[in-house]
Structures are given as structure tokens and as C-alpha cells.
């Protein structure tokens, strides 16, 4: 692999128990707006993104048990959950990790929020860090 497919930071994502608890400490912090705020349903959660430059912190928040960030947060506590890293095909990209030894959660890309296309990399493939790959 020669060509670099990692385009930029897509956002940094933080899993919380009260959506609105973070943002008011976001905007009283740093005096930071909710660009764009959405339920997935089929991830469970419901995002609030803060712009940043030409990326976002992603503030998310479990809308059932049943969802992987309402499991990561009863597991290891709010807090850091994904990097977002953001590219140009997110089938190429991902083809890209499995041949260097990922392990992929998505079997291929698939709808995201915002309009997007995502793909989740298992952490246990990618040195501790789940990797979601985002393409505009």
C-alpha cells in the first residue's frame, strides 16, 4: 500500500450518559454549537456534533440497552468510544485494513448518519482503538 486513504480526522467520538449534560459543558467550555444532531437507530444512539475546523467531536448517546455504546459505557464508563477517520471509498479503504490484518465489524460499508457512508474496524485488530472509516 502506497497511496495514503486516510483523507483527515473525521470526528473523535465521546460516549456519554446525558446528551445534553455534554453539550451544555461543551458550550460552556469552549463555547462550542451543535452543527448536526441525529438519531441512528440502527446503531442506538443519538449524536450531537460539535464542528471543529473541518471536523467534529461526536457526542453520543445510547437510545437502548441493547447498543454497543450503551454496552462500551456500562463496560468502561463514559469516554472516548471511535476515531472517525475520514476517506474517499470506504470499501476501498476498508479492503485496505483487512488485507493489513482487521478485522472488520461491517462486512461492507453501509448508510451512516449526516448522509455518509461508514464501516466499523474491530479494536482488538487496531491497537485498542475502534476505527470507523467515513466516507462523505
Known amino acids: 500500500m502506497s497511496a495514503m486513504l486516510l483523507t483527515e480526522i473525521d470526528h473523535v467520538a465521546i460516549a456519554v450518559r446525558?446528551?445534553?449534560?455534554?453539550?451544555d459543558y461543551y458550550r460552556r467550555a469552549f463555547g462550542a454549537t451543535v452543527d448536526h444532531r441525529e438519531i441512528v437507530e440502527s446503531d442506538g444512539v443519538e449524536e450531537a456534533l460539535l464542528?471543529?475546523?473541518e471536523s467534529y467531536v461526536q457526542l453520543l448517546t445510547p437510545t437502548r440497552p441493547d447498543s454497543p455504546v450503551a454496552k462500551a459505557i456500562e463496560k468502561r464508563g463514559e469516554g472516548l468510544h471511535h476515531v472517525g477517520y475520514r476517506v474517499a471509498d470506504c470499501a476501498v479503504a476498508l479492503q485496505a485494513m483487512i488485507d493489513a490484518g482487521a478485522t472488520p465489524i461491517d462486512?461492507?460499508?453501509?448508510p451512516g448518519s449526516r448522509g455518509t457512508t461508514v464501516a466499523f474496524v474491530h479494536p482488538k485488530s487496531s491497537f485498542g482503538t475502534l476505527i470507523e472509516l467515513v466516507q462523505e
Do not use: G
Open 51 to 53: 464542528k471543529v475546523a
Open 107 to 110: 462486512s461492507a460499508p453501509r
Open 18 to 23: 446525558d446528551l445534553e449534560a455534554a453539550i
